[in-house]
Each structure stands twice: as structure tokens, then as C-alpha cells.
């Protein structure tokens, strides 16, 4: 075996010796990317799966190796929600073509995969588009890691997803709902009012601590989101990106909500002593722990039901605040970026 620079201390090529054809040696090369330190201790890593017989040619490396290899390579750098959610996908693409060796890897396969997600197992188009990017990532990984020269899955063209308009509340329709919410208490209140007055995201919703609410300057700030997995329970992360991260200016009507929200939680967590949760979340349970993300939704879900209101689900609240601030004329710039306020009051 011998190490060869290709790329001044970024790029080496390990040559490999894998057997004997009488006496003629079978060799491979595995390109490795980094320094030359580390490039040797690769080397010294396969003549020790070689002694051993761990040593997997490139030649027999299945679609299985390559997934796994990439979830655990990726384990550090996805989130622990997308690492934990790619891992059960990954399962999903093992069991039907984790076999196949990735040299004979071909269009056909991959087609006959996608359609069996579609038509066998009913997968929507948004989750088969997903199974998608996750094989063409782990692919143009393989290629990098020098294991293919080509990534097939590049032949077939991306799955479409049919796009659904999400439904929202006419202004005569957020009226009915501010009306009879003034029944519900002030937790409630507070999740439907902040929802419609600044157009807030679930998981961002159930992220807010009372630091983040500004009660002088009628704002709020949003910085982080709270999400859930079964193997990690309620967690919290920032928010996706940069320009995700904002201050948005809220009614008078929702802060004085908030208000009592906030006099009502202290009240009961003096009550419960010991056994409150001592969550700082603006919104948690009954016992002071954080809130589930999904916890809005099925708020939302009761109170439609109580009141028989139309039927649309909590992100569609996100959509009626906009739609909302599009009907008072306010610029498509500021909408998005959510910079500036939006007065909104039960009189709107």
C-alpha cells in the first residue's frame, strides 16, 4: 500500500492491494481529502480492516453501506430532528434496495423505487421528493468518496410536488373567531392572537420566553423554535435561518392578553409550589412544563369544533395574518420579513 499526494496537503490517493491474481497484484484507490497525517492514518486504518477481513472493496459496497455511511457522516451536522427522521427514511430505502451493490446501481431500480412509494405505500409527493434528495445527496457523496464516477439518480428528473393552497379566514371569518374566543381563557386567547396578529409559526410559537416579549415597545422577539421527537422529547433549536431570526410589533389588544397570560401563570405557579414545572416559556402546561409544538393545533382544532368555525388548520392562521396584511396594503417586503407592526384588533 502507499500513499500518493494529488492535491498539496488536501487531496491524496491511497492505493490499495486486495489480493493476488497469481502474481499479479488487484489493487484500488481510494482518493481521501485532508492532510497528509491523516491520509496515513486512513492507510493504516484499511491494512488493519484488510488483516482482519472488515475491509469492504468499492466493488461490493451496497446502496446500504453508502446510506448508512452518510447518515452517520451527516450525524453531527443535521439537526437532531432531521438526523433521527433521515434515519427512519434510510431504513426505508434498506429494506427495499439497501442490497443492490452501488456499481450496478441503475435508472431502472430508482424508478421502480419511487413508483412503489407512490403507488404501493401512498407516500404524499413532498415525502417521495424527499426520498429523492436523500439518494441523490448520499450519491454525490459516494462519488466524492470515490466509491461511483456517476450519480445515476441525476437521470431521473425530481419528483414534482403538487402544491395546495392552504386555506385561511375571510376578515368577516377572523371575526367570528375573536368573538367567541373572548369565552376561552387567556392561554388560549393569547396562542389564536398571536398567531393572527404577527403571523408566527407553530414550532416559534411554543418557543417564546417571557424575555422575548417587549412590553414597553409592544414586540416580540423571535429567535428560536422548540420541536419534538419521540427519542429526544421536546427540544429547543434556533430558528432556520439568519433572517428567520426578527422582532415584530404586536396589537395592543394581543399584549394585553399576554399580560394577563403572564399574572395568571405566576399566580398558579405560587399555587403549585414544588410541583410546578418552572418552564420560562410564555406557553406551557397546566403543571409549568414546556409546551408541545403540536399542542396549538389541537387548541385550534377544539375551539373550531365548539363553535363549528371553518375548518383550516393552525398554519392556516399564519396565512389569513398575511392575508389579512395584504388587504390593509402593507408591502410585500415588510410582510415577509415581518419587520413592522400590524395592528389588529377584534374591531378589524
Not at 13 to 31: A, C, D, L, S
Not at 112 to 135: G, M, V
Request: with cysteine.
Amino acid at each position: 500500500m502507499s500513499v500518493r499526494e494529488i492535491e498539496k496537503n488536501k487531496k491524496y490517493q491511497i492505493e490499495i492491494v486486495t489480493g493476488y491474481n497469481g502474481n499479479k497484484k488487484i489493487r484500488e484507490y481510494e482518493t481521501f481529502y485532508g492532510g497528509k497525517r491523516e491520509a496515513i492514518l486512513r492507510e493504516n486504518e484499511i491494512k488493519l480492516q484488510i488483516k482482519n477481513h472488515t475491509y469492504i472493496s468499492k466493488n461490493k459496497i451496497t446502496v446500504q453501506d453508502l446510506m448508512n455511511e452518510f447518515s452517520e457522516y451527516n450525524k453531527d451536522k443535521w439537526s437532531p430532528k432531521t438526523y433521527i427522521s433521515n434515519v427512519n427514511w434510510i431504513k426505508k430505502i434498506n429494506n427495499k434496495i439497501g442490497h443492490i451493490h452501488l456499481q450496478d446501481l441503475n435508472v431502472k431500480i430508482l424508478e421502480d423505487f419511487y413508483n412503489y412509494l407512490k403507488n404501493d405505500t401512498k407516500y404524499a409527493d413532498k415525502t417521495i421528493q424527499h426520498f429523492y434528495t436523500l439518494i441523490n445527496s448520499a450519491l454525490n457523496k459516494a462519488i466524492l468518496w470515490d466509491y461511483i464516477t456517476y450519480n445515476v439518480n441525476k437521470k431521473i428528473e425530481k419528483p414534482k410536488v403538487r402544491k395546495k393552497e392552504v386555506e385561511c379566514y375571510s376578515p368577516e371569518e377572523v371575526r367570528r373567531l375573536l368573538e367567541v374566543l373572548q369565552n376561552e381563557n387567556p392561554k388560549y386567547q393569547a396562542i389564536i392572537y398571536l398567531a393572527l396578529d404577527s403571523g408566527i409559526r407553530r414550532g416559534e410559537l411554543t418557543g417564546l420566553t417571557w424575555e422575548d416579549i417587549d412590553f414597553k415597545n409592544s414586540s416580540i422577539t423571535i429567535n428560536k423554535t422548540t420541536q419534538y421527537v419521540k427519542e429526544l422529547g421536546i427540544f429547543e433549536k434556533e430558528t432556520k435561518t439568519a433572517t428567520s431570526d426578527r422582532k415584530i410589533y404586536i396589537s395592543e389588544t394581543t399584549l394585553n392578553i399576554l399580560k394577563q397570560l403572564k399574572k395568571e401563570q405566576l399566580e398558579r405557579k405560587l399555587k403549585l409550589g414544588n410541583k410546578w414545572g418552572n418552564s420560562k416559556r410564555v406557553f406551557t402546561t397546566e403543571y409549568g412544563f414546556d409546551m408541545h409544538p403540536d399542542t396549538p393545533s389541537l387548541i385550534f382544532k377544539k375551539i373550531i369544533k365548539k363553535y363549528d368555525l371553518k375548518k383550516i388548520t393552525f398554519h392556516g392562521l399564519r396565512h389569513t395574518s398575511i392575508s389579512l396584511m395584504i388587504s390593509k396594503g402593507i408591502q410585500a417586503q415588510i410582510i415577509s420579513k415581518k419587520a413592522r407592526s400590524f395592528q389588529f384588533t377584534s374591531n378589524t
